[in-house]
């Protein structure tokens, strides 16, 4: 099972990227992507659940990034727009069997695999 994600890099404020997380090995019934920042604890930034196509937003991104997922379910995007400083991060995605629901979505340990982070660095 391999999660591989792409795209970071260097932005201004108010500038988009386009992250992406290529899966092999596995179907996973929920991807999500974290975020984690210098000192700070990893935190949820969206997730995607494949039945009903239900998607989750943290509230700092909510209106500005948008998860989406193909139909092979073997890769999974996060167009960010509208980036700020505190977007700042190592992005990683990551993926579970189950269905998560709101109560678990956003928990880093609800999920059972995990891609190498990339980088997002923003100025301001």
């Known amino acids: 099972v391999q999660l591989q994600a792409s795209g970071g890099g260097l932005a201004q404020a108010g500038d988009s990227l386009r992250l992406s997380c290529a899966v092999s090995?596995?179907?996973?019934?929920?991807m999500g992507w974290f975020r984690q920042a210098p000192g700070k604890e990893r935190e949820f930034v969206s997730a995607i659940r494949s039945g009903d196509n239900r998607k989750y937003y943290a509230d700092s991104v909510k209106g500005r990034f948008t998860i989406s997922r193909d139909n092979a379910k073997t890769l999974v995007s996060l167009q960010m727009n509208g980036l700020k400083f505190d977007d700042t991060a190592a992005y990683f995605c990551?993926?579970?069997?189950?269905?998560?629901?709101?109560?678990?979505?956003?928990?880093?340990?609800?999920?059972?695999?995990w891609g190498q982070g990339t980088q997002v660095t923003v100025s301001s």
């Open positions: 990551a993926g579970t069997v189950r269905n998560l629901i709101m109560s678990t979505v956003r928990d880093p340990d609800a999920y059972d695999f």
């Open positions: 090995g596995r179907t996973f019934s929920t």
